[in-house]
T-cell receptor, first 112, second 112 residues
């Protein structure tokens, strides 16, 4: 059974810091991994999708890496801003299914 | 492209009543997903459609839950005889030719 864990559960940092959010999964046979952002009471916004054959993806200040063999992904946020405050979720998709299996998220607060 | 839309955004109902939610996917997206999210948790997969065919259902989807996508466009999720444990955010997502899942704003259900 695939399980997804995110550490830390919560993080509070001053503006301008570079951050690393961690995601680990128990079954390395994944098809892809997706990172999302969720603001309180809202839906999910897709940030980055990494296919199993890729090692990393970048979008603006965000960089996500994937190490399938060790069952890990990291989301790197450069020069954090108060507007980055949200919950960040990672989700994996296995082969032969379309469903995503989510972690419980990292709640990030960036203060001015 | 107006994104995934869901209606209603909030629903309060009494235990034992039936409720129905609607999801309109991004235009021309042929795959549609329903997830449920409770407070402090990541979303959990409920079911998925490719066009009008329901291809996968979670064991979470008890016989009180039914989902349809009759013409391969919008989808409805009905919960019969609601219970307090059904209180959650119900999220819909869609995917087109790529693998990225795009989520709607969700419907928050409160069962009193």
């Amino acid at each position: 059974k695939q399980e997804v864990t995110q550490i830390p559960a919560a993080l509070s940092v001053p503006e301008g810091e570079n951050l690393v959010l961690n995601c680990s999964f128990t079954d390395s046979a994944i098809y892809n991994l997706q990172w999302f952002r969720q603001d309180p009471g809202k839906g999910l916004t897709s940030l980055l999708l990494i296919q199993s054959s890729q090692r990393e993806q970048t979008s603006g200040r965000l960089n996500a890496s994937l190490d399938k063999s060790s069952g890990r992904s990291t989301l790197y946020i450069a020069a954090s801003q108060p507007g980055d405050s949200a919950t960040y979720l990672c989700a994996v998709r296995r082969y032969n299914t379309d469903k995503l299996i989510f972690g419980t998220g990292t709640r990030l607060q960036v203060f001015p | 492209d107006t994104g995934v839309s869901q209606d209603p955004r909030h629903k309060i109902t009494k235990r034992g009543q039936n409720v129905t939610f609607r999801c309109d996917p991004i235009s021309e997206h042929n795959r549609l997903y329903w997830y449920r999210q409770t407070l402090g948790q990541g979303p959990e997969f409920l079911t998925y459609f490719q066009n009008e065919a329901q291809l996968e259902k979670s064991r979470l989807l008890s016989d009180r839950f039914s989902a349809e996508r009759p013409k391969g466009s919008f989808s409805t999720l009905e919960i019969q005889r609601t219970e307090q444990g059904d209180s959650a955010m119900y999220l819909c997502a869609s995917t087109g030719t790529g693998d990225e899942q795009y989520f709607g704003p969700g419907t928050r259900l409160t069962v009193t």
